[in-house]
């Protein structure tokens, strides 16, 4: 395992000054990898995939957002926004003195989200930017799980979660007992859910469900917060640095939309998990890690 060194990093919000948990793994002053993680409100503790099969000549930082479990949390709504969120990781990028000669930047579904917005204000400080399992689009995203999604289910079994989600029984044991092997163990990590890593179950298990919740929505079966019409599809051609997007056969994002978001980027390419789902890095770990580890070393040459 690399080396790994500890520190949380001042923050300054709106409400005084926070604190946010980062973790280096290794160093490695060319290549420097930030991790965004998904939810939102998750966790970095999924990203462990890196201690197995990513290179340990590649520096990699863990980084939970404000919010998540490692790191303070206001508890305050106003704080989940998209440009304050954009503004935090500019200052773990300064305060990690992170540059445009050795910057990577990789985002997780909605770290996606935040990885192209830091793209399009900040790409200067950037080398490469890494968009994992994310659509460019949350309404293309709704309309891919309402089409195609629920299409492979049994229509009874949609037609129950639909009940169940109209009456507000988002936390019943009904509504898990249907999602677990109709949606989790198909699109969001391929294996049977008592199999799942400690490491992804901590990450679930510590989500910030108010955070979740106010951005995402409470449904798991599409998208209704405050992300419902985010849409960067148009705003692609921008982002002039070398960008992989990566992309799953059995991810809860469509994999044709986002090799079409590889085209439409200026330096753009295309990594497609053909076993993998929403969590590739562990259900198609090897196409994975190998494929950022490619264009890793591609953008710093």
Not at 42 to 68: C, M, N, R, V
Not at 76 to 99: K, N
Not at 237 to 259: C, F, K, N
Request: hydrophobic content about 35%; overall charge negative.
């Amino acid at each position: 395992m690399a080396l790994q060194q500890t520190r949380r990093i001042p923050i300054e919000t709106p409400g005084g000054t926070m604190e946010v948990w980062t973790q280096r793994n290794g160093s490695n002053p060319e290549m420097r990898l930030l991790l965004l993680h998904g939810g939102p409100g998750a966790t970095h503790e999924y990203f462990k995939s890196f201690e197995t099969w990513f290179p340990q000549e590649i520096e990699y930082i863990y980084y939970d957002q404000l919010g998540s479990y490692h790191s303070d949390n206001p508890a305050d709504r106003s704080y989940w926004t998209i440009p304050r969120f954009v503004d935090e990781i500019e200052q773990v990028r300064a305060a990690l003195e992170l540059g445009p000669n050795n910057f990577f930047l990789l985002g997780h579904s909605w770290g996606g989200i935040l990885a192209m917005e830091y793209a399009l204000t900040h790409q200067d400080a950037l080398k490469g930017l890494i968009i994992s399992n994310m659509m460019s689009s949350c309404p293309e995203y709704q309309r891919y799980a309402d089409e195609v999604l629920a299409a492979r289910m049994e229509p009874g079994v949609v037609a129950r979660i639909r009940e169940l989600e109209a009456a507000g029984e988002y936390e019943s044991e009904e509504y898990m007992d249907l999602l677990i092997p109709h949606h989790y163990e198909q699109h969001v990590l391929r294996k049977p859910a008592m199999e799942w890593p400690p490491a992804v179950n901590a990450a679930f298990d510590r989500i910030n469900k108010d955070l979740y919740v106010s951005m995402q929505g409470p449904s798991e079966f599409g998208i209704s917060g405050a992300l419902e019409n985010w849409d960067r599809s148009g705003d692609l051609a921008r982002i002039a640095v070398p960008t992989l997007v990566i992309g799953a056969q059995y991810d809860t994002m469509d994999p044709a939309h986002m090799r079409w978001m590889a085209e439409q980027l200026p330096h753009g390419e295309y990594l497609h998990c053909p076993d993998g789902s929403h969590m590739a890095m562990w259900d198609d770990p090897e196409v994975y890690h190998q494929g950022i580890e490619r264009f890793i070393r591609s953008a710093k040459s």
